[in-house]
């Protein structure tokens, strides 16, 4: 991990931009703090996260003001990560339909989110390895956010996130069910009721796959960037029961 850039914002945050390899990151830490923090992972939508630092960064205020650490990786083929061709004719293969007022099929979902599952998780496990070997930064870990299929992943396969708040605002592959019941630790899912690019029976089904003894579906009205204040109060508080 090489960090790249360092500022304070508002006296109360350090924000450090790194690479990891080639794959961009940020990371928000406590300005001040004389114990080991918690680590929570900002999963970011796929838009890039130049577009959606200001959600970011504002998730990650709220973070460090309640004593925990945030980071974020850009996802593979967002943002200035190398073009990934299969990945964008899966996208332009499901705005075409969805265009056409044609079904989603199956096979479309699965060609736009497994592979990127697949990428996307084990960097994730790496970028961890790197975070936790900083100073100042200790466990419990924690997962918030989307893609909901590489939160359910990463749910299963690292040892080290012992919760998980996970936005339900994309399409699930059917093989993400049966990995879901293998999830055992707590779940907390948001879901925007009126959200136009998700399937709201899906997200349902979903939360039922869940294998947890803990799960907490926080449904909310309103469209896809609608959450409201108080859902990510909750899923905050969330996060201080289960990481403190």
């Keep these: 991990m090489r960090f790249t850039s360092e500022q304070r914002l508002d006296d109360a945050v350090l924000e450090r931009e790194f690479t990891l390899g080639e794959i961009p990151g940020i990371l928000w830490t406590p300005a001040s703090t004389s114990a080991l923090v918690p680590l929570i992972l900002l999963g970011p939508p796929p838009l890039g996260l130049r577009k959606t630092y200001p959600r970011l960064v504002a998730r990650a205020r709220h973070a460090a003001a309640d004593g925990f ?124 009721w009126d959200d136009e690019g998700n399937d709201r029976q899906a997200a349902l089904d979903l939360f039922d796959a869940f294998g947890s003894k803990e799960k907490t579906l926080h449904a909310n009205m309103g469209g896809h960037t609608g959450v409201p204040q108080f859902a990510g109060d909750a899923a905050a508080q969330f996060f201080t029961r289960h990481l403190k």
């Design 69 to 192: 650490a945030t980071a974020t990786i850009e996802l593979p083929g967002n943002g200035d990560r190398p073009r990934w061709p299969a990945a964008e004719q899966a996208l332009a293969d499901l705005r075409r339909a969805i265009e056409a007022g044609e079904p989603v099929t199956d096979e479309i979902i699965d060609a736009l989110i497994l592979p990127l599952v697949d990428r996307a998780v084990p960097e994730w496990q790496a970028a961890l390895d790197a975070l936790l070997s900083l100073p100042g930064i200790g466990g419990p870990v924690g997962y918030s956010g989307g893609v909901i299929s590489i939160g359910t992943r990463l749910a299963v396969v690292e040892p080290r996130v012992s919760a998980a708040v996970l936005f339900a605002g994309s399409f699930v592959p059917r093989a993400m069910f049966e990995e879901a019941r293998q999830v055992t630790i707590p779940v907390h899912v948001l879901l925007q």
